[in-house]
């Protein structure tokens, strides 16, 4: 614990010299310009303050924003323009100053008034302080949005605090001095009053967002250095902090108590063998899986647009209430979740007649994955019949505290939540689980099992799913390595197996690489039946992507299903399928991208 406080704290000081606190730096130095020598210190822990809170007790209300918004965002821009235009008319900053300064003796006892109107504009400066959030502070955030938030939390929110304090205190006591140099040779009141219309203009270029777009675009920029925007992405994504991070997240309650059942040997809450059988309930050969009481399910939360409902309703768990219930978290372009939906369409069109019903929670992985008409256009590619829900904002994933795509809960006609299943496999044993519950829900009359054959990974698959965005990229997976930005890089003639090189000019953001200027190339030795690459296209347009095999165009006979005489024209946002090959084996794959395609991760299979 100790240690990955010491990383929060290294990543909250690198954090404040990057340029996204650039929107709150113009009101920092203004206000820390002004008044006695103690405000700057309070202006800081009065942003400290506000901050830790924003991200920890109020991201449980904002159920992951994190950062304030809605009325405590108002009312801290109305706080900064009103002392800035307090700071244009020097008499009114007295009269304002003279009631606080009394409350000196409670304060630090160095010299110097304005402490406490530094900590009246410091805390309204915490709760517009939204910088780019890393794995450390993304973590703290997400954690405390689902309600989990817990001393070792908070120990790691208010050292990622202090780390950014520290660098910001520099700025505020560095910027004062130099200012204070310019008042000496300045007339009148020009500095306070200049001071104060910078304070004014920045609230209201926060009242209308334009600082949350402003870090959008540095976030997304490719002409600034990785250091400069990034300066603590290799210690935020190393191993060593990611599996400390992964410890402030509680494991699943469904999964524990799954666990627990399983080891305590309880005995399978199943109908009589006799009375199931002569039901036609188990399925021959195949063991019904114990079903224990994981406790109730919880509601669908904070989500977007449905699908497959009547008129877009929104379905409620009490609204479900007597039927059986399959909550599925799964995202349209991971492989492992496509490979599922086989077998949940056959389970709904056999069953949904008998009392069954599915609801699949499409939870993102990828930004372009929360656009409500890719997901239409998915649902619809795929034949899903069953209602969808958009779960962009994580809300439902949250409440069940889920961690894996794909993830199935089963749930009974009361509302509990009885079996977990997370990844692909055992078919037959949730289709034996489904006829139980249908069968303990008063169903008598129920259909023969599935025949159909379900795909499944093969059996001598190597190569491990591989991102190709800079926050995601394994270093070691790549040779020579590859980093966010622009870079040119120059390819790699012998990649070792599960090893992949770029060649070409390619521009790498937090999710995907695209070439820059002139077409690039993505080099891949991996081993596999079949391989898919999410893939999008700017704007929609169709733009071609070639694919070779061990350096030669693709025959007809391994290409995948988007592949046509070695090209595959990208036009949507999705997964498509470039290798497709009888057995596993290992290749050399080869994807020349042109400009304006984008490429996010492969999966295989």
């Given amino acids: 614990m100790l240690l990955l406080l010491v990383f929060a704290l290294i990543a909250g000081a690198g954090t404040a010299i990057t340029p996204c606190v650039l929107p709150v730096l113009p009101a920092l130095l203004s206000a820390s310009a002004a008044g006695g020598r103690r405000r700057p210190f309070g202006i800081v ?65 160095s010299r110097g008034s304005g402490f406490w109107t530094g900590l009246f504009v410091g805390g309204a400066l915490g709760f517009v302080c939204a910088p780019c959030a890393g794995p450390i502070l993304a973590a703290v955030i997400s954690v405390s949005a689902s309600g989990n938030t817990s001393a070792r939390v908070v120990a790691v929110a208010i050292a990622y605090v202090a780390g950014l304090s520290a660098v910001l205190t520099l700025y505020s006591v560095g910027g004062r001095r130099v200012l204070d140099l310019v008042r000496r040779k300045a007339r009148g009141h020009v500095v306070e009053r200049t001071l104060g219309v910078v304070l004014v203009l920045t609230g209201v270029l926060m009242a209308f967002n334009l600082d949350v777009r402003f870090e959008d675009a540095l976030a997304t920029s490719s002409s600034l250095p990785s250091f400069l925007t990034d300066p603590t992405r290799a210690l935020e994504s190393s191993s060593a902090v990611q599996k400390r991070l992964a410890s402030l997240r509680p494991e699943s309650r469904f999964a524990i108590r799954q666990r627990e059942a399983d080891a305590s040997g309880v005995p399978a809450d199943i109908a009589n063998p006799d009375t199931a059988a002569a039901a036609g309930v188990a399925i ?274 391994a290409a995948g299903a988007d592949v046509h005489d070695a090209f595959a024209t990208v036009r949507g946002e999705r997964l498509y399928s470039l290798v497709s090959m009888p057995t596993d084996e290992q290749r050399l794959l080869t994807v020349e991208v042109p400009p304006g395609v984008q490429a996010y991760d492969f999966t295989f299979g």
């Fill in 45 to 109: 822990l009065g942003l400290a303050l506000t901050f830790t809170i924003a991200i920890v007790a109020l991201a449980q209300i904002a159920k992951g924003v994190g950062l304030a918004s809605g009325a405590t965002r108002t009312l801290a821009v109305i706080v900064l323009i009103s002392f800035g235009l307090i700071m244009l008319i020097p008499e009114l900053a007295e009269r304002v100053q003279a009631p606080l300064s009394r409350l000196a003796r409670f304060g630090p006892r």
């Fill in 284 to 557: 021959p050969g195949v063991a019904t899986p114990a079903l224990p009481d994981l406790g109730p399910a919880p509601n669908f939360t904070d989500n977007q647009d449905w699908f497959n409902t009547q008129g877009g309703r929104p379905l409620t768990m009490s609204g479900l209430r007597g039927h059986v219930v399959i909550v599925d978290f799964w995202t349209y372009t991971c492989i492992n979740c496509i490979r599922t939906l086989p077998f949940l369409k056959a389970l709904y069109a056999d069953y949904h007649p008998y009392g069954l019903e599915i609801v699949g929670v499409e939870t993102p992985e990828f930004t372009f994955e929360q656009e409500a008409s890719n997901v239409e256009q998915a649902i619809q590619a795929d034949g899903i019949r069953y209602p969808v829900v958009q779960d962009n904002d994580y809300g439902t994933w949250n409440a069940y505290q889920n961690e894996y795509w794909p993830a199935d809960y089963f749930i009974d006609a009361k509302g509990d939540v009885r079996r977990t299943q997370f990844g692909e496999g055992d078919y037959k044993q949730s289709e034996a689980a489904v006829r139980e519950l249908l069968f303990q829900a008063g169903v008598r009359h129920l259909p023969p099992p599935i025949t159909a054959k379900i795909p499944t990974p093969s059996q001598g698959m190597a190569t491990p799913e591989t991102y190709l965005g800079g926050d995601r990229a394994d270093e070691e997976d790549f040779s020579p390595a590859v980093h966010s930005g622009v870079h040119s890089y120059a390819g790699n003639g012998s990649l070792q197996l599960n090893q992949s090189a770029l060649k070409g000019t390619w521009r790498l953001t937090s999710q995907y690489a695209t070439p820059v200027s002139s077409p690039g190339e993505i080099s891949l030795d991996f081993q596999a039946a079949k391989v898919y690459l999410v893939l999008t296209s700017v704007g929609n347009l169709p733009r071609r992507v070639e694919v070779l095999l061990n350096g030669k165009p693709i025959a007809a006979s």
